[in-house]
C-alpha cells in the first residue's frame, strides 16, 4: 500500500527564520517518484519539485531545499529565512513509476509565517 | 502552463440536485484524475480515466460519477448533490509518471 504522511499539522514561524516540513512516504514499489505542492491562500496547487526514486541527489532551488533520504523513506522540505509570503499549504504526493497512476497525497501542513 | 480549464469554478448548489462539473484539457493527454480536497484530509482521489470511456474509482468515490466521451473533456457528476460534497474538486492530466498538471479548482457549496 501506497502512503504518505505529513505529521505536522501546522507550523508557525516568524519571518527569517528557518522551518522544515517532513514528509514520510511508504510504498514497496522500487520505481516511484515524490512530489511537493505549495497551495497559497488563492487555492491553487503550484508545483515545487518532483523527485524520482533513483536520484537521492538533495536539490536546492533559492531558499528552498529537498532532502531526500530512501533508507529513512523521508522527503523533506526546508525553507530557509521564511518570508510571509510563504505563508500555504504544503502538500507531499508519491505516486508510482507506472505511467497513469494518481498521486497519493499527504493531508499537508499549513505554514504561517509572521513579520 | 498545461492547458486545463475547470468549470464551473464556483458554484453554490442546494441538497438533492444534480451538479456536473468539466474538466476540459488541451493537451491531449491520455489520463485525467477528479480529486476532492477537504480540510485535515489533503487531496484524496475521487475517480480517473486511462482514456475515452475507460474510467475506474478512487478511493472516495461513493455519490460520484464520470463519464468521459472525448479524449478532452472528463465530466464528474454528483446525481444528487449532498452537504457532505462542500468541496473543492480539482481535475489533473498526465501522459507520462513524470509529470501530472493540475487545473485550478472548483469550489462546490451544497446547502
Known amino acids: 500500500a501506497q502512503k504518505v504522511t505529513q505529521a505536522q499539522t501546522e507550523i508557525s514561524v516568524v519571518e527569517k527564520e528557518d522551518v522544515t516540513l517532513d514528509c514520510v512516504y511508504e510504498?514497496?514499489?522500487?520505481?516511484?517518484?515524490l512530489f511537493w505542492y505549495k497551495q497559497p491562500p488563492s487555492g491553487e496547487l503550484v508545483f515545487l519539485i518532483r523527485r524520482n526514486s533513483f536520484d537521492e541527489q538533495n536539490e536546492i532551488s533559492g531558499r528552498y531545499s529537498w532532502n531526500f533520504q530512501k533508507s529513512t523513506s523521508s522527503f523533506n522540505f526546508t525553507i530557509t529565512a521564511s518570508q510571509v509570503v510563504d505563508s500555504a499549504v504544503y502538500f507531499c504526493?508519491?505516486?508510482?513509476?507506472?505511467?497513469?497512476?494518481?498521486?497519493?497525497f499527504g493531508k499537508g501542513t499549513t505554514l504561517s509565517v509572521s513579520s | 502552463d498545461a492547458g486545463i480549464t475547470q468549470s464551473p469554478r464556483h458554484k453554490v448548489t442546494e441538497t438533492g440536485t444534480p451538479v456536473t462539473l468539466r474538466c476540459h484539457q488541451t493537451?491531449?493527454?491520455?489520463?485525467m484524475y477528479w480529486y476532492r480536497q477537504d480540510p485535515g484530509h489533503g487531496l484524496r482521489l475521487i475517480h480517473y480515466s486511462y482514456g475515452v470511456k475507460d474510467t475506474d474509482k478512487g478511493e472516495v468515490s461513493d455519490g460520484y460519477s464520470v463519464s468521459r466521451s472525448k479524449t478532452e473533456d472528463f465530466l464528474l457528476t454528483l446525481e444528487s448533490a449532498t452537504s457532505s460534497q462542500t468541496s473543492v474538486y480539482f481535475c489533473a492530466i498526465s501522459q507520462d509518471p513524470n509529470t501530472i498538471y493540475f487545473g485550478e479548482g472548483s469550489w462546490l457549496t451544497v446547502v
Open positions: 510504498t514497496r514499489d522500487t520505481t516511484y517518484y
Open positions: 504526493a508519491l505516486r508510482r513509476g507506472q505511467a497513469g497512476t494518481a498521486l497519493i
Open positions: 493537451e491531449n493527454h491520455r489520463y
